[in-house]
């Protein structure tokens, strides 16, 4: 869910500072906890993060991402079909490979502070920053075969455990920004929250209707490159 945040190194006569804007090309390997570790195993996030940092080091985030994975824990969401011998029979009397994946996504607006370190080689710096959003993920049923009248479409939606709701987020990470060359990237700790719940209301595998609310945690390394866009600037500066 990350953040970005970047700051080239420049000085005036005066001491002046500007205001920056910046995009990020973040990824996070998340480990899942809460309701959602009984569903799915490790995942990745890619994400993009667009910054505005003010010139006292302040910072505001505009971040969305895209979660997916291959460990789905919930494999048993077809029982209800299954036929004697535990399969799902395409019209043609076919055993279909069918497999499941995560897949989910976020988007967020963080706020934080650069702190910047004493270093005549290079800038880099500490960035906290808290934020809040809007979480969902499902399971992704993946058919190879020919049709299954069981699982078209419409079908598919009481079986993909589709859940939403709001995000918290926090991350804490180290910013470097070359000063010899093009490279800026940072590496940090994150960590979300979210309180979601069901979104199709009704479980085909259970015959039930779901109203529980959920917690849904991830925390992963986060890292990424950073590019800048603008820089303001209101009088002669120096790059070092």
Same mark, same amino acid.
């Given at each position: 869910m990350f953040l970005i945040s970047s700051l080239l190194i420049c000085q005036e006569n005066d001491? %002046?500072? %500007?205001?920056?804007?910046?995009?990020?090309?973040?990824?996070t390997a998340q480990m899942p906890f809460g309701d959602l570790s009984d569903r799915f195993g490790l995942n990745s996030n890619v994400g993009l993060t667009?910054?505005? $940092? #003010?010139a006292t080091n302040f910072i505001i985030n505009l971040e969305s991402g895209l979660l997916f994975g291959s460990d789905v824990k919930e494999n048993d969401i077809f029982n209800a079909i299954n036929g004697d011998?535990?399969?799902?029979?395409?019209?043609?009397?076919?055993?279909? #490979?069918? !497999?499941?994946?995560?897949r989910g996504g976020y988007f967020d607006v963080?706020?934080?502070?650069?702190? @910047?370190?004493?270093? @005549? @080689?290079?800038? %880099?710096?500490?960035?906290?920053?808290l934020g809040a959003g809007y979480l969902y993920h499902k399971i992704f049923i993946e058919t190879i075969?020919?049709?299954?009248? $069981?699982?078209n479409n419409e079908l598919l939606k009481g079986y993909d455990r589709l859940s939403g709701g709001i995000l918290t987020k926090q991350f804490i990470g180290y910013y470097f920004f070359s000063s010899t060359s093009t490279i800026r990237f940072f590496l940090g700790l994150e960590a979300? $929250?979210?309180?979601?719940?069901?979104? !199709?209301?009704?479980?085909?595998? #259970?015959q039930t209707y779901v109203t529980n609310n959920r917690i849904d945690q991830l925390v992963g390394i986060k890292c990424g490159f950073i590019i800048p866009i603008k820089k303001r600037r209101t009088g002669k500066y120096y790059y070092y």
């Amino acid at each position: 869910m990350f953040l970005i945040s970047s700051l080239l190194i420049c000085q005036e006569n005066d001491d %002046s500072k %500007s205001s920056t804007i910046l995009l990020s090309i973040n990824h996070t390997a998340q480990m899942p906890f809460g309701d959602l570790s009984d569903r799915f195993g490790l995942n990745s996030n890619v994400g993009l993060t667009l910054t505005y $940092q #003010t010139a006292t080091n302040f910072i505001i985030n505009l971040e969305s991402g895209l979660l997916f994975g291959s460990d789905v824990k919930e494999n048993d969401i077809f029982n209800a079909i299954n036929g004697d011998d535990g399969d799902i029979l395409s019209t043609s009397g076919e055993i279909p #490979t069918i !497999r499941l994946f995560e897949r989910g996504g976020y988007f967020d607006v963080s706020f934080g502070k650069y702190i @910047k370190l004493n270093n @005549k @080689k290079h800038e %880099s710096g500490i960035v906290m920053t808290l934020g809040a959003g809007y979480l969902y993920h499902k399971i992704f049923i993946e058919t190879i075969v020919t049709a299954l009248p $069981q699982l078209n479409n419409e079908l598919l939606k009481g079986y993909d455990r589709l859940s939403g709701g709001i995000l918290t987020k926090q991350f804490i990470g180290y910013y470097f920004f070359s000063s010899t060359s093009t490279i800026r990237f940072f590496l940090g700790l994150e960590a979300m $929250q979210g309180f979601t719940k069901d979104l !199709r209301g009704y479980n085909y595998t #259970t015959q039930t209707y779901v109203t529980n609310n959920r917690i849904d945690q991830l925390v992963g390394i986060k890292c990424g490159f950073i590019i800048p866009i603008k820089k303001r600037r209101t009088g002669k500066y120096y790059y070092y």
